[in-house]
């Protein structure tokens, strides 16, 4: 996700070439976060009255901050490779709990029946604590209610809000990397639709002092604009030219004056702050004022505005990125889709707290890659 943080460079992770050092991260890893999975559930019950993202929060933040992250390359892929080991290991409790989801019609027996045994025998917290931060930190919530409604009557199972989603264009689906909490973005959201990248951001991010976390999000949007037609680097000229070009292709008729107005106003900012004349790609949507000044930012955002593109695509690492313009079209895939609530830009819109205990886990199992 290069726009989210253009131009970073990772830190430089000492011990690169020390391979024996894999393994002993890899264990400390999956003992420390065993260790912490006790104090974290402890304030994951604690926040459970606030609602049950206030406890996945809680309960995150103290695996994030207690679990030991290796910081050779070797230990990260052995926990990777730990992980996905875990994952085939955890099956079996996951077929119990849904077993018992549906023969008791409770999701929160399903979830208990879940989570206890993994608990006593520390199964989940060594598997998490070997995955790193990843998909949602605390226990997943797999176990969908059936027969729960939300406040306004919606049918709270995951098929009915998936239904939803896609009656409400919420097609694209991956992953976000950060490194704090929030209720919506504040700028463009970037989804990826590789998990292993959104967690190098989120490892990124956790360097910096953050607590690492990978959302699962949706997103709609159209007209899109393919960051990956412009060279590495670019002139504001050829920017504007390649931006006209593809909302001419798309069929978008384009007021050629205030294009070229705009690209003035761009250009002007780019001479006062001394700038360019090359430029970074993502120079021209992360932190336009940087290099454009406030009026230069906001020209080129009117211009993706004038010309209809609701998102911005690139591939990144192999894989697809899009990031989304309009903080409206985002979702976290554990939000209710309320018809209602479709242009808010909180996240988690409509979003039906399901009981006090562990009502959290009857939400979604939307916790790790798919």
């Given at each position: 996700?290069?726009?989210?943080?253009?131009?970073?460079?990772?830190?430089?992770?000492?011990w690169?070439?020390?391979?024996?050092?894999?393994?002993?991260e890899?264990?400390?890893?999956?003992?420390?976060?065993?260790?912490?999975?006790?104090?974290?559930?402890?304030?994951?019950?604690?926040?459970?009255?606030?609602?049950?993202?206030?406890?996945?929060?809680?309960?995150?933040?103290?695996?994030?901050?207690?679990?030991?992250?290796?910081?050779?390359?070797?230990?990260?892929?052995?926990?990777?490779?730990?992980?996905?080991?875990?994952?085939?290991?955890?099956?079996?409790?996951?077929?119990?709990g849904?077993?018992?989801?549906?023969?008791?019609?409770?999701?929160?027996?399903?979830?208990?029946?879940?989570?206890?045994?993994?608990?006593?025998?520390?199964?989940?917290?060594?598997?998490?604590?070997?995955?790193?931060?990843?998909?949602?930190?605390?226990?997943?919530?797999?176990?969908?209610?059936?027969?729960?409604v939300?406040?306004?009557?919606?049918p709270?199972?995951?098929?009915?809000?998936?239904?939803?989603?896609?009656?409400?264009?919420?097609?694209?689906?991956?992953?976000h990397?950060?490194?704090?909490?929030?209720?919506?973005?504040?700028?463009?959201?970037?989804?990826?639709?590789?998990?292993?990248?959104?967690?190098?951001?989120?490892?990124?991010?956790?360097?910096?002092?953050?607590?690492?976390?990978?959302?699962?999000?949706?997103?709609?949007?159209?007209?899109?604009?393919?960051?990956d037609?412009?060279?590495?680097?670019?002139?504001?000229?050829?920017?504007?030219?390649?931006?006209?070009?593809?909302?001419?292709?798309?069929?978008?008729?384009?007021?050629?004056?205030?294009?070229?107005?705009?690209?003035?106003?761009?250009?002007?900012?780019?001479?006062?702050?001394?700038?360019g004349?090359?430029?970074?790609?993502?120079?021209?949507?992360?932190?336009?004022?940087?290099?454009?000044?406030?009026?230069?930012?906001?020209?080129?955002?009117?211009?993706?505005?004038?010309?209809?593109?609701?998102?911005?695509?690139?591939?990144e690492?192999?894989?697809?990125?899009?990031?989304?313009r309009?903080?409206?079209?985002?979702?976290?895939?554990?939000?209710?889709f309320?018809?209602?609530?479709?242009?808010?830009?909180?996240?988690?819109?409509?979003?039906?707290?399901?009981?006090?205990?562990?009502?959290?886990?009857?939400?979604?199992?939307?916790?790790?890659?798919?």
């Amino acid at each position: 996700m290069t726009g989210l943080i253009s131009g970073y460079q990772y830190p430089q992770r000492r011990w690169e070439g020390l391979p024996a050092l894999g393994p002993l991260e890899s264990a400390l890893s999956m003992a420390t976060g065993a260790l912490a999975s006790v104090p974290a559930g402890i304030s994951g019950m604690a926040m459970l009255p606030r609602g049950p993202q206030a406890a996945e929060d809680a309960i995150g933040r103290v695996m994030g901050r207690l679990t030991y992250q290796p910081r050779s390359l070797q230990g990260q892929a052995a926990n990777y490779a730990l992980g996905r080991a875990g994952e085939v290991a955890e099956k079996p409790f996951d077929w119990l709990g849904r077993t018992a989801t549906d023969l008791t019609g409770s999701p929160f027996v399903g979830a208990m029946a879940y989570a206890v045994p993994q608990m006593l025998i520390g199964l989940g917290a060594g598997r998490r604590a070997a995955m790193g931060p990843q998909v949602g930190a605390s226990v997943p919530s797999r176990f969908g209610q059936s027969g729960a409604v939300s406040g306004s009557g919606l049918p709270m199972d995951i098929a009915s809000r998936m239904q939803r989603a896609k009656e409400q264009g919420f097609k694209i689906e991956g992953y976000h990397g950060t490194g704090s909490s929030f209720p919506e973005f504040d700028r463009i959201a970037w989804i990826s639709k590789s998990p292993e990248l959104a967690n190098e951001y989120a490892y990124m991010r956790g360097q910096l002092g953050g607590d690492p976390n990978v959302i699962p999000l949706m997103g709609r949007t159209e007209n899109i604009f393919d960051a990956d037609k412009l060279p590495k680097t670019v002139t504001a000229g050829k920017f504007f030219d390649e931006a006209l070009a593809q909302a001419k292709a798309q069929g978008r008729d384009i007021d050629m004056e205030r294009a070229k107005s705009l690209l003035a106003r761009v250009k002007e900012g780019a001479k006062t702050e001394e700038s360019g004349p090359h430029y970074q790609r993502h120079d021209f949507w992360y932190r336009p004022a940087d290099y454009f000044g406030k009026e230069g930012g906001e020209a080129i955002t009117k211009l993706m505005d004038d010309l209809g593109f609701g998102g911005i695509k690139m591939m990144e690492k192999g894989s697809e990125t899009i990031g989304i313009r309009d903080p409206s079209f985002i979702r976290s895939k554990h939000a209710a889709f309320d018809p209602a609530k479709r242009h808010s830009s909180d996240i988690l819109a409509g979003m039906a707290g399901l009981g006090f205990g562990l009502g959290a886990l009857g939400q979604e199992y939307a916790n790790r890659p798919r």
